[in-house]
């Protein structure tokens, strides 16, 4: 139950990103990013996306 919640709530997340993304008013990124975190966990290829995204920001992991 808590796994289908957490990819559930990452695909809400992403879907609500992606429909800020079209709304100059609002900020999508701030529910996309986080959506993205979460779905990392499930999914290789957002893993993979989201690594990328660290190394192309510089983000170095301790």
């Known amino acids: 139950v808590k796994h289908t919640f957490r ?3 990452g695909i809400i997340l992403v879907i609500i990103g992606m429909i800020g993304g079209l709304i100059p ?3 999508g ?7 993205l975190i979460i ?6 290829p957002v893993n ?4 990328w995204a660290k190394k ?3 983000y ?3």
């Open 48 to 51: 993979r996306l989201l690594k």
């Open 39 to 44: 779905l990392a966990d499930y999914f290789p």
């Open 7 to 9: 990819i559930t709530l």
């Open 29 to 35: 990124w701030l529910f996309g990013i986080p959506g």
């Open 25 to 27: 008013v609002f900020q």
């Open 60 to 62: 170095q992991e301790k």
């Open 56 to 58: 192309k920001a510089g």
